[in-house]
């Protein structure tokens, strides 16, 4: 598992821009920034919806006077998934959404889980953490079900 001072392994995440889907290597990402990355077992799925996304977005302006450049979504979600759902939520414009479909990251991270006895299948972990130009500076992974250790203002005690 991944650990505070590892590099973020390279993986390749959709995002959506104003001109449509573009894949974006993670490298180029979390380059030359701070940025407060967060984990969600599945876009338009109660804890993540309810309380984890929102979280988020209501500290936005807190985590950026801290010195946080981005606020980053990943999910094992297609992008068109995601982006649905942060404009859903009125995360659009603010918080980066970034689909790992496939789980490629989520199994670099080793912070990959099993969902299938809820039928949800390979999943990331819920989880939060803070990027320092590539390298990780803080890393929460939630141990029980809920938001208990990776929400915003964990994030915001720990800068």
């Not at 972990?125 to 990776?150: A, C, F, H, W």
């Amino acid at each position: 598992m991944i650990k505070i001072g590892d590099k973020v392994p390279h993986a390749e995440f959709f995002v959506m821009t104003a001109e449509g889907k573009t894949k974006t290597a993670s490298d180029v990402i979390f380059a030359g920034r701070k940025v407060a990355l967060f984990a969600v077992p599945g876009a338009f799925t109660g804890t993540c919806t309810r309380t984890h996304l929102p979280g988020f977005i209501n500290a936005m302006e807190a985590l950026k006077a801290k010195g946080i450049d981005m606020v980053a979504c990943t999910s094992v979600n297609d992008i068109d998934v995601l982006a649905a759902w942060g404009q859903h939520n009125g995360a659009d414009g603010k918080i980066t959404m970034l689909a790992d479909g496939n789980g490629a990251f989520a199994k670099a991270l080793g912070l990959e889980i099993d969902l299938s006895a809820s039928g949800m299948g390979m999943r990331s972990k819920r989880y939060s953490m803070v990027i320092d130009n590539g390298t990780v500076r803080q890393l929460n992974v939630e141990d029980k079900p809920g938001v208990n250790v990776s929400g915003a203002e964990t994030i915001l005690t720990q800068l």
